[in-house]
């Protein structure tokens, strides 16, 4: 499975983002889908997965209701649209997949294709 994401940038505190990722090389009747997060001082986290059959979203516990996570199935593609952006968001954000066999949460080490990343800064 290929994950190519795009979105990153460096943005004022307060503003929005919109990060990207779309699947190629397979195909899954049910996936997890989304986006983990590492910093210069934090292990990878866990930002947020789409499960695609029936559409549920979970949000690390980090996110505090400014990011939301959609998909657009008929592209393969998830998006995270982060909103009031502030500099403890800034990260390299990393895109995954994997079957969803036994339910989507947010464990790095269940998660074997992983996307290059994408960087997002956000100044103090």
């Known amino acids: 499975v290929q994950l190519e994401e795009s979105g990153g940038d460096s943005v004022r505190p307060g503003d929005s983002l919109r990060l990207s990722c779309t699947a190629s090389?397979?195909?899954?009747?049910?996936?997890?889908m989304g986006w983990f997060r590492q910093t210069a001082r934090r292990n990878r986290e866990g930002v947020a997965i789409?499960?695609?059959?029936?559409?549920?979203?979970y949000y690390g516990s980090a996110v505090s209701g400014r990011f939301t996570i959609s998909q657009d199935p008929t592209k393969n593609t998830v998006y995270l649209q982060m909103n009031r952006l502030k500099p403890e968001h800034t990260g390299t954000y990393y895109c995954?997949?994997?079957?969803?066999?036994?339910?989507?949460?947010?464990?790095?080490?269940?998660?074997?294709?992983w996307g290059q990343g994408t960087q997002v800064t956000v100044p103090s």
């Open positions: 995954v997949i994997r079957r969803a066999d036994s339910g989507c949460r947010l464990f790095p080490y269940e998660y074997k294709d």
């Open positions: 090389g397979a195909t899954y009747a049910s996936a997890c």
């Open positions: 789409f499960q695609t059959d029936d559409r549920t979203s």
